[in-house]
Structure formats: structure tokens, C-alpha cells
């Protein structure tokens, strides 16, 4: 079977509460990380249609300060699928109370794994991109893989050969 991105496409929007800001009342970076998790853990259970763990949290990104009473959005979508890995990108979005203007301040990529019942990897649908955008994330995640691997001492980087192309 092969899905396409959009098919794994999650949102979430809620609200910045006083209890989930540090001492300059922005949202908590912890608080941010775990809602964006929450997000792609759906995005990737949608498009595996099976159990997922957070296998790496390859690239975050903290541009701006979100203050408390903020509407936050955040969009998540899988933009490659491997044997059982898959990438997903989160997009994260504050909203303007009276223009409701969207603006990003954050961005992250994750790896999740779908498993079986005992933990163990199982193998998940292939994926089609449509958008250009979603062709170039697509294009570039196996490097992505291939670098999160070797940072954490699962891969020898001689054996990177998609990286290695770059050079
Ligand atoms: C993620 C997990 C299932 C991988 O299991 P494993 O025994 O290492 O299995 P494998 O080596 O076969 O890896 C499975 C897939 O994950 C990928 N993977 C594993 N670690 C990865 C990493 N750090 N970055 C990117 N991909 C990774 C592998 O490349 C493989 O991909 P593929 O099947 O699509 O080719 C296992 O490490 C685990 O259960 N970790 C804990 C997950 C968890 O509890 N998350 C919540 C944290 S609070």
C-alpha cells in the first residue's frame, strides 16, 4: 500500500497556560517539546496505523517566545516512511489575538517506529510525496536518517553513503 503525506496530517491547537510558563511567562521549551510529540505520535499512528515510540528528536528549533495566553498551533505531517521508521516534521504556530495573524515560531523533526505489541519494529506503508514541498522534505530524509543514526552510534559514518554523496 503506498499514503500519501496529507493522509498523516495532524493539528493541534490549544492555549498557553500560566502553569506551563517559565519566569518570563513564555511557554516552557519541556511544554512545547511534548505537545509537538504528541502531534507527530499521531501523525505517525495514522500513517502506520500501529503502535509508535519517539525513536529521535533529530532538529528543534526555538525562534521566538510564545507568552502565556497565546493560541498555539501545531501541524504535523510524516514526510517519509522507511521499513518501519518514519520522519515527520511539525510546524508550530502562534496566532495573533486580534489580527489572528499566523506566525511560526518553531519547527522540529522526529523519528518515530511502529511496533507490535512487544516493542519490537514492524514494517509500515510506503509514501508518495505530492507538493514540491513535501518532494524536497522527502528527498532529503535519508540523509537526515543516516546523520540522526550516526550521532546516536547506531551507524558507521563510513557507511553513510547518502551523506557522504554531499561531499
Ligand atoms: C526505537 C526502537 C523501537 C528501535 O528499536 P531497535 O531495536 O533499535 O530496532 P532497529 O535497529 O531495527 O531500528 C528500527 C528502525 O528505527 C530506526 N532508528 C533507530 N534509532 C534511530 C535513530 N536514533 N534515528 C533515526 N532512526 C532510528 C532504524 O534505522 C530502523 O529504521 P527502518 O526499519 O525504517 O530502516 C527502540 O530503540 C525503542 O523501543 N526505543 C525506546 C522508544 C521509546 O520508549 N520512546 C519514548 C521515549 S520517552
Known amino acids: ?3 500519501t503525506p496529507k493522509e498523516s496530517l495532524t493539528i493541534l491547537t490549544d492555549i498557553v497556560l500560566p502553569g506551563e510558563t517559565n519566569p518570563l511567562g513564555n511557554l516552557f521549551g519541556g511544554e512545547l517539546l511534548a505537545r509537538m510529540d504528541r502531534a507527530c505520535s499521531i501523525a505517525a499512528r495514522r500513517h502506520s496505523r500501529r503502535i509508535v515510540v519517539t525513536a529521535s528528536v533529530n532538529h528543534v528549533a ?5 507568552p502565556v495566553g497565546s493560541v498555539v498551533t501545531i501541524e504535523a505531517k ?7 521508521s518514519m520522519e515527520i516534521y511539525v510546524d508550530v504556530w502562534s496566532e495573533d489575538r486580534e489580527s489572528q495573524e499566523r506566525s511560526k515560531v518553531n519547527e522540529g523533526i522526529y523519528t518515530f517506529v511502529a511496533v507490535n505489541n512487544t516493542g519490537a519494529p514492524v514494517s509500515i506503508p510506503k509514501i508518495k510525496p505530492e507538493t514540491d514541498l513535501e518532494k524536497e522534505r522527502y528527498e532529503g530524509a535519508l540523509r537526515r536518517k543516516q546523520l540522526s543514526l550516526i ?3 547506531k551507524m558507521n559514518p563510513a557507511d553513510a553513503t547518502e551523506l557522504k554523496a554531499l561531499f
Open 1 to 3: 500500500m503506498v499514503k
Open 62 to 66: 526555538f525562534n521566538k517566545a510564545v
Open 78 to 84: 510524516v514526510t517519509r516512511a522507511f521499513k518501519s
Open 151 to 153: 550521532l546516536s552510534g
